[in-house]
């Protein structure tokens, strides 16, 4: 018996164009008193990153799938296959690297292998929602002789920034960020150089902020204005918003909004309604504020963005954007008064009515959000960075 382990050292989030680094420990559990015959051999190990992709039959239209990749991998035990067994395609990885060959643990001995491969800038983010899948993992494959192979599966979340694609490394030290403080290696001044360029891509990106009002009225006049300071943040930031209805004509008695994020369907991939499909669009909503607000003039909110959440991408498939979706609930009567008057010659008894006519209307607007800092993002969102298998 052999036990593998296989821990992710900064934890399971990472950017794209990162370097991924894992320690794999191959250790022999029988107590060091056991005889030599006791003995473990592995033939080989060996590690690669892929990205799976899974599509819903009844939200997306894909074209018919080549009959050499079948949409469920085939259990091959004689050929490394990291996608072995999982559903859907596999649309990227990153080439193969052998961990060690012929290996041989005597009771009680350990070995450990370091593995690092720069995670494809090119790729999906990895995101899990109604109508597509895109999924992260670093797979070990271990082989004993004349047995099949064992896989080792290290869930992986990535984050995606647009515009790093097109960045190079620069030549010239002087030009990079870097810290006097430490010495890295090439590939580790390169790793760092990305961190910290993706870091002051998305503090210029998210630290703008101007006043931006938007009046809202319906079919009968103003029902208020709204006030927002930016339109761009990142995840684990909150959306804080401002609602005047002290100049408002129509009286609003209460109102909602929800961040949520729209998954659409690219056109072209779209099922129709008619065959069966289901919506080409889903909204899901992470965050929810509701007021009762008659007589209120001025109120405001707060809504978190989730560091679990995914940031908003577009690929050839599917689209997910962000929004504030508001619904208003409105009085039909103009100068609606439900207050009693302040000022009566003698005690009375005043209720209030009890119905009121009123209309609901809805208004979306869309705002950005960006990824964080993997470091964060892991820390507020641990998941697991340690996998552990038994061959």
Known sequence: MIEVVAELSRGPVFLAGEALECVVTVTNPLPPTATSASSEALAWASAQIHCQFHASESRVALPPPDSSQPDVQPESQTVFLPHRGERGQCILSTPPKILFCDLRLDPGESKSYSYSEVLPIEGPPSFRGQSVKYVYKLTIGCQRVNSPITLLRVPLRVLVLTGLQDVRFPQDEAVAPSSPFLEEEDGGKKDSWLAELAGERLMAATSCRSLHLYNISDGRGKVGTFGIFKSVYRLGEDVVGTLNLGEGTVACLQFSVSLQTEERVQPEYQRRRGAGGAPSASHVTHARHQESCLHTTRTSFSLP???????????????????????????????????????????????????????????????????????????????????????
């Not at 995914?310 to 439900?338: D, N, Q």
């Not at 009375?348 to 964060?376: A, R, Y």
């Open 305 to 391: 963005i989730p560091l679990s959440s995914t940031p908003g991408f577009c690929t050839a498939v599917v689209s997910l954007k962000w929004r504030l979706h508001f619904e208003f609930v409105t009085s039909r009567e103009p100068g609606l008064v439900l207050l009693p008057p302040m000022e009566q010659p003698e005690p009375v008894t005043w209720t209030g009515p009890e119905q009121v006519p009123v209309d609901t209307f809805s208004w979306d607007l869309p705002i950005k959000v960006l990824p964080t800092s993997p470091t964060l993002a892991s820390y507020a969102a641990p998941g697991p960075s340690t996998s552990t298998i038994t061959i």
